[in-house]
C-alpha cells in the first residue's frame, strides 16, 4: 500500500532522513519506533505533505501513486491520514463545522453528494459516544482550549468519520493517561481493516500493548535500522534505543 | 488667507465656488463659520498627524458636484431600491443622497422620535468634520427617550441614487435617554463610483443607557469619509461595529469620550480590503471620568494592492482613574503587495490604570492550512475559513445574531467574490 524507497529529506539544509525504505501493507499496522530527532515526525509530515520539506530524493506512493507530486488536499482525498502529535487550534472555527467540511469534502471528490445534517449528526453521535466525546465539545472552537487528551480522540473521531486508507498516526499517545490511551487504542482497533494499513509513530512501547502491531521498525538517525515482529518493541523497552543509534551512527 | 487660497488644491477651490454658490449654505453663519474652519485647514495632508497614512488632498483631485435635494423620481427611485429590502428593524430612518425622506422612513416605535434638529457643533478639530457641518444641507435627530427598551434594531439607511459623479452630505445625532437600551444599524448602499460621501453620525449616551450601534459599508463610492463621534455619560455602555467591505478610500473617524464615571466602550471594526482600495480608520477615545472601561478590537484582511490603516490613540487624562483599556489591531495580508498600517498609541495622564494596546500583521497560519488540507479540504475553501473566522471573530463581539447575521452575509459574500477571483489566480501561477 505505502512504499517509501531511499527517501532522503532535508530541512533548511540539514539532512533528517537519510536513504529511508519502509512499506506498509494493506491490512497492516506497522510501528516506527525510535529515540527523540529520529525523524519520525518528520517521515509522518512527508507522507501527509506538509510544506517547507525539502526531498533531496527517493520516492513516496500510495497504491503505486507518487504522493510527493500532490498537495496536501489531494494525498488526504487519496487515503492519506496524519492524525497530529499537536493538533492545531483553529480559533472561530467550531469543531462541528470543520467536521462537516472535512467529511464533505471527501465525499465530493468521489463525486458523492453531500451528507444531510440529520445524517451527519447520526454519524458524529456514534463516533463520539463510542471516544466517549462530549458534544458539547463539538460546539466549541477546534482544538480551542481542549485538553491533551481532548485532542488526541478528536484526531480518532476524525479518523473514524473520514476511514481513511492509511493512517499515520503521530505519536498519539503522548500526553495521555492511562484510560485516554485506552480510548484513543480502542478507536483505532475498531478501525482495523483488511483495506487499510496503519503507521503509528511511538516512542514509547506502552500504546503497543494496546495497538498490537503486526511490524515494529525502530527508526534512528532518519533511517530504518531493524524491523522485527512485536517482540521487537519490547526488545527496545528493555534495551532503551542506545544499541541501535550506535549502528546508525 | 490670501496665500492660502492661491495654494488651494483643485478640490478645494471647487468646494469653496461651491459653498458660495449654494445660498442655502454660505448664508447660515454657522456653516460659513464651519466652511471657514475647513479652509483653514484646507484637505488633510500627511502632515496632519491624524491623517499620516491617508493624503486625502493627493487623493481627491476633485470635487464631485454636491447632490441637489431629492427630487420626486430620485425618491421612487430609492422606494423601488428599498421595497427588495427586507425590514430588519423596529423603524427604519431613510436618507437619500444625504437628505432625510420622511415619507420613505417606517414607523418608529412611541418611544423613538426623529425631528429635524441639528446636532451640536462639535468641538473637533477636523477638516472633514467641518466640510460635513458646512456643505449638509439636512440634518436630523434621532431621540430614545429616557427608559425605553427597544425590542429590535433601529435601521438607519444612508441609500444614494443616481450613477453619477456627486457629493453627498449627511448629519445625524442619535440621542439615547437614561437608562435607555437601544441597537442601531447604519448601513451605506447605492454609491457607485464618482461619489464622495461625507457622513457624520453623533452619539449621545445618557447615564446607563445602553447601545449597540454597527455600521456596514458595502457599495462602491470613490470617497466615504464618515465621522463617527460618541459621548457617553455615567455608565453608559456602547459597543459598536463597523464592517467596511467596500469603496475606493473609506475613512472612519471615531472621537469617543467617556464623559461619565464608569462609562464602558467596545469598539470593533472589520475592514475587507481588495484590489487598490485603500481603507482608513482612525480614532481617538478620550477617558475623563474615573472608572471607564474601553476595549477597542480591529481587524482587517488586506488583498491585491490594498491599504489598510489603523490608528488608535486612547488618552486617558487625569481624572480618569482606574480606567481599564485594551487596544489590539490584527491584520492579515493576503498578496505580497498588500499593506497594513498600524499605530496604536496610549497617551496616559493618571496614575492608577491599566493599559496595554498590540498590533498583529501577518499572513494566513501554514499550520492551520495544513491542519485543514490534511483533512481534504482544497486549498481555495481553507483560506476561505480561516478568514471568515478571523473576520467571523470580530464580528462576532457585538453579540446580538440581529446584527450578527448580515455582517457574517457580507463577510461571506466578500470572501466568495472579489477575493476568490484573486486567490485562485494566484494559485494558478
Redesign the interface.
Known amino acids: 500500500m505505502l512504499e517509501i524507497e531511499h527517501l532522503s529529506v532535508a530541512v533548511h539544509g540539514k539532512l533528517i532522513l537519510d536513504d529511508l525504505s519502509l512499506s506498509v501493507k494493506a491490512g497492516e499496522v506497522a510501528a516506527i519506533m525510535g529515540p527523540n530527532g529520529s525523524g519520525k515526525s518528520t517521515l509522518s509530515y512527508i507522507i501527509a505533505g506538509k510544506p517547507d520539506y525539502e526531498v533531496t530524493s527517493g520516492q513516496v506512493r500510495l497504491e503505486g501513486e507518487d504522493l510527493l507530486k500532490l498537495d496536501p488536499t489531494e494525498r488526504a482525498l487519496r487515503g492519506v491520514f496524519l492524525a497530529f502529535q499537536y493538533p492545531i487550534e483553529i480559533p472561530g472555527v467550531t469543531t462541528m463545522t470543520f467536521l462537516k467540511t472535512a467529511l464533505n469534502a471527501g465525499r465530493r471528490a468521489r463525486g458523492e453528494s453531500d451528507l444531510t445534517t440529520p445524517e451527519f449528526m447520526r454519524r458524529v453521535r456514534e463516533a463520539s459516544q463510542l471516544l466517549k466525546i462530549d458534544q458539547e465539545m463539538l460546539r466549541r472552537p477546534l482544538n480551542v482550549g481542549f485538553s491533551g487528551g481532548e485532542k488526541k480522540r478528536l484526531e480518532i473521531l476524525q479518523m473514524a468519520l473520514i476511514q481513511p486508507r492509511l493512517a499515520v498516526m503521530d505519536e498519539t499517545d503522548s500526553g495521555l493517561d492511562i484510560d485516554a490511551l485506552r480510548i484513543v487504542a480502542e478507536g483505532v482497533n475498531r478501525l482495523r481493516d483488511p483495506a487499510r494499513g496503519f503507521l503509528i509513530i511511538t516512542h514509547y512501547q506502552r500504546l503497543l500493548e494496546h495497538i498490537r502491531p503486526d511490524v515494529v521498525h525502530v527508526m534512528a538517525r532518519g533511517r530504518i535500522v531493524a524491523s522485527g515482529g512485536p517482540e521487537l518493541a519490547l526488545e527496545l523497552e528493555r534495551k532503551g534505543y542506545r544499541q541501535f543509534e550506535e549502528e546508525a551512527a | 488667507m490670501t496665500a492660502h487660497f492661491a495654494e488651494r488644491s483643485i478640490a478645494e477651490a471647487a468646494l469653496a465656488r461651491e459653498f458660495e454658490a449654494t445660498r442655502g449654505l454660505s448664508r447660515s453663519p454657522r456653516r460659513a463659520a464651519a466652511f471657514s474652519r475647513f479652509l483653514e485647514q484646507g484637505l488633510p495632508t500627511r502632515r496632519n498627524e491624524s491623517w499620516h497614512y491617508t493624503d486625502l488632498r493627493a487623493a481627491m483631485r476633485d470635487a464631485a458636484p454636491l447632490a441637489p435635494a431629492p427630487d420626486v423620481e430620485t425618491i421612487e427611485a430609492a422606494r423601488q431600491i428599498l421595497q427588495a429590502r427586507k425590514p430588519i428593524g423596529v423603524g427604519r430612518l431613510v436618507l437619500v443622497n444625504g437628505a432625510v425622506v420622511t415619507e420613505l422612513c417606517q414607523r418608529f416605535p412611541e418611544s423613538v422620535v426623529f425631528n429635524r434638529e441639528a446636532p451640536p457643533s462639535a468641538d473637533i478639530d477636523d477638516a472633514m468634520v467641518a466640510l460635513n457641518e458646512a456643505m449638509s444641507s439636512d440634518a436630523g435627530t434621532l431621540r430614545v427617550s429616557d427608559g425605553a427598551a427597544l425590542s429590535d434594531p433601529v435601521e438607519i439607511i444612508h441609500l444614494i441614487v443616481g450613477e453619477r459623479a456627486q457629493a453627498t452630505y449627511s448629519r445625524l445625532a442619535i440621542t439615547v435617554g437614561v437608562g435607555a437600551k437601544a441597537d442601531f444599524i447604519e448601513d451605506y448602499v447605492g454609491a457607485t463610483p464618482g461619489v464622495q460621501r461625507n457622513a457624520s453620525t453623533v452619539l449621545t449616551l445618557a447615564e446607563k443607557a445602553k447601545v449597540k450601534h454597527v455600521v456596514m459599508l458595502d457599495d462602491k463610492a470613490d470617497l466615504h469619509i464618515e465621522s463617527q463621534v460618541a459621548e457617553l455619560a455615567a455608565r453608559a455602555e456602547l459597543n459598536a461595529f463597523a464592517l467596511v467591505a467596500g469603496g475606493a478610500l473609506t475613512r472612519r473617524q471615531l472621537f469617543v469620550r467617556l464623559a461619565g464615571e464608569q462609562a464602558t466602550i467596545a469598539l470593533g471594526g472589520l475592514a475587507l480590503v481588495d484590489g487598490a482600495r485603500r481603507a482608513d480608520t482612525t480614532l481617538q477615545v478620550n477617558h475623563k471620568a474615573a472608572g471607564g472601561t474601553s476595549r477597542e478590537w480591529y481587524r482587517a484582511i488586506v488583498d491585491d494592492d490594498g491599504v489598510g490603516v489603523f490608528q488608535g490613540k486612547v488618552i486617558v487624562e487625569k481624572a480618569a482613574q482606574k480606567t481599564d483599556g485594551a487596544m489590539k489591531s490584527q491584520a492579515i495580508l493576503l498578496s505580497p503587495q498588500a499593506q497594513m498600517n498600524a499605530k496604536p498609541e496610549l497617551e496616559i495622564f493618571a496614575d492608577d490604570v491599566a493599559c496595554g494596546h498590540g498590533a498583529t500583521i501577518g499572513s494566513l497560519d501554514?499550520?492551520?492550512l495544513?491542519?485543514?488540507?490534511?483533512?481534504?479540504?482544497?486549498?481555495a475553501?481553507?483560506e476561505s475559513?480561516?478568514l471568515?473566522?478571523?473576520g467571523?471573530?470580530a464580528i462576532d463581539r457585538i453579540d446580538d445574531q440581529r446584527l450578527i447575521e448580515p455582517l457574517r452575509a457580507a463577510l461571506g459574500a466578500w470572501l466568495a467574490t472579489g477575493r476568490g477571483k484573486a486567490t485562485s489566480m494566484r494559485t494558478l501561477k
Open positions: 501554514p499550520e492551520q495544513f491542519y485543514l488540507q490534511a483533512r481534504g479540504i482544497p486549498r475553501e481553507a475559513i480561516l471568515e473566522a478571523f467571523g471573530e
